[in-house]
């Protein structure tokens, strides 16, 4: 059975940090791409960022409004993804999904963690 | 932001059909991207619905289709049931941004 399993969400103030971890099992988790969307109070769904498997290079994007302020890893060793989070806002208050890409979508998702940024 | 519109709500009686539209541009749908469907119930995380435009993953009912033609998409619900009241939102991949996946804004399906 496949699971992703997010926590360390909570509450921060403005200017805060925090870093949510994704840990997988159920599918070979080093081949897979992962990705962070999230889902601000009564609004839809944003992207957040994307991590390439090792073979792909590794590397991570970012949607506009985090990039420079968000940070996406991986420990394949642990079945692990984190989303690290600085200088949080009022406006990333959200509920952050881990998600399993194939191809372009997004094929699993965990059950999110909420991020709350409010003094 | 959300590149990809739909409409706010659409609505039906049971047993009849419904479609949702999802609205792109030039550089997502119209530039030839595979279009995906997640459906989300309240509370409760998405869901992947119908992924490539028109394939559903196991345990999705054939209810639920898929369908794309130059800048949109569309999703249909026949036979609607009680069980289908969720949000749904498409999404796609866009090459014109820094966010590559891209949504749609949503559309809360209500069976009356």
């Known amino acids: 059975e496949v699971q992703l399993v997010e926590s360390g969400g909570g509450l921060v103030k403005p200017g805060g940090s925090l870093r949510l971890s994704c840990a997988v099992s159920?599918?070979?988790?080093?081949?897979?791409?992962m990705t962070w969307v999230r889902q601000a109070p009564g609004k839809g769904l944003e992207w957040v960022g994307r991590?390439?498997?090792?073979?792909?290079?590794?590397?991570?994007d970012y949607a506009a409004p985090v990039q420079g302020r968000f940070t996406i890893s991986r420990d394949d060793s642990k079945s692990t993804v984190y989303l690290h989070m600085i200088s949080l806002e009022a406006e990333d208050t959200a509920i952050y999904y881990c998600?399993?890409?194939?191809?372009?979508?997004?094929?699993?998702w965990g059950q999110g963690a909420l991020v709350t940024v409010s003094s | 932001q959300s590149v990809l519109t739909q409409p706010p709500s659409v609505s039906g009686a049971p047993r009849q059909r419904v479609t949702i539209s999802c609205t792109g541009s030039?550089?997502?749908?119209?530039?030839?991207?595979?279009v995906h469907w997640y459906r989300q119930f309240p509370g409760t995380a998405p869901k992947l619905l119908i992924y490539?435009?028109?394939n559903r993953p196991s345990g999705v009912p054939d209810r639920f289709s898929g369908s794309k033609s130059g800048t949109s998409a569309s999703l249909a619900i026949t036979g609607l049931q009680a069980e289908d009241e969720a949000d749904y939102y498409c999404?796609?991949?866009?090459?014109?941004?820094?966010?590559?996946?891209?949504f749609g804004t949503g559309t809360k399906v209500t069976v009356l």
């Open positions: 998600t399993a890409n194939a191809g372009f979508y997004c094929i699993y």
């Open positions: 159920g599918f070979t988790f080093s081949d897979a791409w």
């Open positions: 991590i390439k498997s090792k073979v792909h290079g590794g590397t991570a």
């Open positions: 030039s550089s997502n749908i119209g530039a030839g991207f595979d």
């Open positions: 490539e435009n028109n």
């Open positions: 999404q796609s991949y866009d090459n014109s941004l820094s966010a590559p996946y891209v």
